[in-house]
């Protein structure tokens, strides 16, 4: 089954307690991509990467970490954790990188809720 | 999961209208959308998207429209079903770029 999974779902940690968010699609997608999601702000993103070892900031990509060593992984880390990191974090991948002239529709993980004390 | 749907606009159509879902995009230089739908403690799915050399598409019971002119895109719900209950979101990405910047979304209600 063509997936995106993340992992944890849910985790709740401490101010400055290194976490790390991972992600994995088995659909061959050269492009994912990290989004966090609260309310009344919608689908913000925060890294990116168009294929291997490329990698570039979203929006809000301020305390998070990402790394693309592999097609199907790509992490999200968080080196120490803060409150305002409390969200709901979506991993998503696509076949083609948008605005390259192809589709490109963005397949979503389940969601990684995330409560930093 | 729930608290997604907090503070966001709402719509609420009677089961078996039509719905009508807005979205005003920032970026001019936006050449291609999609709508997603979200339903509670899932992930988003694609719904439709189009391109700006278009200014109508059609999908199964769904229809998106595109006003360039007024940077304004709609989506349109034949025949709301209970199970259409869910947060639409609006997206674009401007030409030649890997950015997709999200609307924050419009919680559509279906009274059954």
């Known amino acids: 089954e063509a997936q995106v999974t993340q992992n944890p779902r849910y985790l709740i940690t401490v101010t400055g307690k290194k976490l790390t968010v991972t992600c994995s699609q088995n659909?061959?997608?050269?492009?994912m991509s990290w989004y966090r999601q609260d309310p009344g702000l919608g689908l913000r993103q925060i890294y990116y990467?168009?294929?291997?070892?490329?990698?570039d900031k979203g929006d809000v990509p301020e305390g998070y970490k990402v790394s693309r060593k592999e097609k199907r992984n790509f992490p999200l880390i968080l080196e120490s954790p803060s409150p305002n990191q409390t969200s709901l974090y979506f991993c998503?991948?696509?076949?083609?990188?948008?605005?390259?002239?192809?589709?490109?529709?963005?397949?979503f993980g389940e969601g990684s809720r995330l409560t930093v004390l | 999961g729930e608290s997604v749907g907090l503070h966001l606009p709402t719509l609420s159509v009677q089961e078996g209208d039509n719905s009508i879902i807005n979205c005003a995009y920032s970026?001019?230089?936006?050449?291609?959308f999609i709508w997603y739908k979200q339903e509670s403690g899932k992930g988003p799915q694609f719904i439709i998207d189009?391109?700006?050399?278009?200014d109508k598409r059609q999908g199964q019971r769904v229809t998106v429209l595109l006003n360039k002119t007024v940077k304004h895109l709609s989506l349109q719900i034949a025949a709301t079903q209970p199970g259409d209950s869910a947060v639409y979101f609006c997206?674009?990405?401007?030409?030649?770029?890997?950015?997709?910047?999200f609307g924050i979304g419009t919680k559509l209600q279906v009274i059954p």
């Open positions: 997206a674009e990405t401007p030409g030649g770029y890997q950015k997709v910047t």
């Open positions: 659909m061959n997608h050269e492009y």
């Open positions: 189009i391109r700006s050399n278009m």
């Open positions: 998503a991948s696509s076949l083609y990188s948008p605005g390259t002239g192809n589709t490109g529709e963005l397949f």
């Open positions: 990467s168009m294929n291997v070892e490329v990698t």
């Open positions: 970026n001019s230089a936006s050449d291609y």
